[in-house]
């Protein structure tokens, strides 16, 4: 009778007593790390990418006529979407990482893994949705539109696309990380042993 | 036990009646598909022949890429949906649905994206980069692209809504045909 006294289990906030103690899964913690670092400096070399240039816009007598031009990030709504995309998918990466380190034994009934899997794939699909916008959009700065008439402003603002492109190609390293993670969160929920279903109340 | 009381019932414990979840579920799958085939067949249809100034141009959705993304990207997705629908109630396949589903949610998002972005510069042309709007020229094609658009954000939320259920699927993995 004692003994099983001693075996009651909790419900709730705190962790099932277990024999053996938690692993921690470093994988999944490195490739959130990763992942943070590249969302991170994919919002930060987009939000911080500025290019001014002064052209000669027409001739007057002999003086020329200098307009100068900025290309900045937030004149295109896809770029926006971009870094406000990113922003959130490495802020999603940061609390994920401070939830794995500080908070390990916070759970509610196997709900945890069910909220980190959920979350994963939001923030995938946010990360995703932004890739494709900002893709398209810097492929028709690069390139142009002849149907349309409208020229592509690559050559006359080089540095800007190449630090967007930069930013794509993080964001798409981050992005396929994320998916990996989710992946691998996915696949924690199916463990048999994640709920305790036999717990007495 | 206390806790037992305000625990979401909802979430974890399956619904009563087997028959109507699983007729609730394929209705949904009907949306989706019908939605997905809307989207494609209004964006591939879409085209408007315009003059200015002598010279005559046809906007067809060939033209820019995004929207060549978006026919193919939602015609595989149609395809998919359709198997889908095909499905028998207990079969093993319906685990790789639940990863499918997850792969093609992501698909539609993106191509959406990419599309509304670039539909948005056709509709309100870029004032930093010289690029016009050019749907003042070809009205009647604009609103087919953005009729195909509003589909395929119909097609985006139901997909969504069937990848969330896909996951309450695996925490309650009776559902999977175990029993």
Known sequence: ?201 | MLLDATFPVFLVKPMANTRSRRVCHLLLRFVAFAATLAAVIMMATSHERATIFTVSFEAKYTNSPAFKYFVVAFSVITVYGFLVLFLPAKSLLWRLVVALDLVFTILLVSSFSATLAIAQVGKKGNNDAGWLPICDSVPKYCDQVTRALIAGFVAMIVYIILLLHSVHTIIDPLLLGKN
């Not at chain 1, 277990?18 to 943070?36: G, H, N, T």
């Not at chain 1, 603002?157 to 996915?186: K, Q």
Request: hydrophobic share 50%; charged share 15%; aromatic share 8%.
């Open chain 1, 1 to 201: 009778m004692a003994s099983e006294d001693g075996e009651k289990v909790e419900h709730g906030l705190n962790e099932v007593p277990e024999k053996k103690p938690k692993k921690k899964d470093w994988v999944l913690l490195s490739l959130r790390v990763i992942a943070f670092l590249a969302t991170a400096s994919a919002t930060i070399v987009m939000a911080l990418n500025k290019q001014t240039k002064s052209f000669v816009v027409a001739t007057v007598g002999s003086t020329p006529i200098t307009a100068t031009l900025a290309a900045k990030f937030n004149q295109t709504p896809a770029f926006v979407f971009f870094v406000i995309a990113n922003g959130n998918a490495s802020l999603h990466n940061l609390v994920m990482i401070t939830m794995d380190v500080f908070g390990s034994q916070y759970d509610y009934k196997g709900l945890r893994l069910a909220l980190i899997a959920i979350l994963d794939m939001m923030a995938m699909a946010l990360a995703s949705a932004g890739d494709g916008a900002a893709a398209f959009m810097s492929e028709l700065g690069k390139n142009g539109n002849s149907h349309a008439r409208w020229d592509k402003i690559c050559d006359k603002f080089e540095t800007y696309c190449n630090r967007s492109g930069a930013a794509l190609i993080a964001s798409f390293v981050g992005f396929i990380l994320l998916l990996i993670i989710s992946v691998m969160s996915i696949i924690k929920l199916l463990k048999p042993n994640r709920i305790n279903h036999n717990a007495s109340p």
